[in-house]
């Protein structure tokens, strides 16, 4: 059985050196591709929804020959950047949860969020079935019909913006994730993209086509994990 497997899912894993004389290693196939390239080893992968590539390690020496590589996400079902003018109206949002709704008094609740894909238009959705506390919330996926899920994101009311243990364990998949912190005084944001047990910071204008009220933490891609 274990040969019968072998054969089946061997293909699905690659390992490609980025020459800048060939183009093979261009190519894009569902499954994942170790690529070594000037920069760094990077890892791409493609589930026929989304492909992502991200930088694994730093390569400080110069290998002539070999093409420089950099992170990127690309959705079947969208074309380009996320539109940034859903962000505002997103940390209000959250802010509001962040309140209690009697007195105003700020009370620590995480929210999640989803950006999704709707009869071509982009949209942002909160499940309804969701609780929040201080350190974590629970929530439900969105149905079918709320649209196709392109980035997930959590909001972590006065605390700083950071993916937790928790976040790493759970984004085991292929996806694009966010998180927004510091929500009443400075917002601010993180995005990164899981790549099957790879966790990749990324740059949000590499996902955002603006931030509105957030300023990027990103701290370079030192903390790919």
Known sequence: MSGDLSTVFGGLVRHQVARTDTRDWQERRPGIAWLYAANGVFKRASNGMVEAQGRACHIDYDVPGLAALMEYVAWSCWHGRLPGALLAPLLR?????????????????????????????????????????????????????????????????????????????????????????????????????????????????????????????????????
């Open 93 to 225: 949002d959250a802010q509001v949860a962040g309140r209690d709704a009697g007195s105003g008094v700020l009370r620590p609740i995480e929210k999640q969020y989803f950006f999704v894909e709707r009869a071509g238009g982009i949209y942002v959705v909160a499940p309804r079935a969701q609780q929040g506390s201080a350190g974590s919330v629970r929530y439900a996926m969105p149905a079918p019909a709320s649209g196709t899920p392109l980035l997930d994101l959590h909001s972590h009311h006065s605390m700083r913006a950071f993916f937790s243990a928790t976040d790493d364990r759970d984004d085991s998949g292929l996806s694009v994730s966010a998180v927004i912190g510091q929500i009443f005084t400075r917002p601010e944001i993180v995005v990164r993209l899981n790549i099957y047990g790879l966790h990749c910071p990324i740059p949000a204008a590499l996902v955002f086509d603006s931030l509105g009220p957030f300023v990027d933490r990103y701290a370079g891609g030192s903390e790919c994990s």
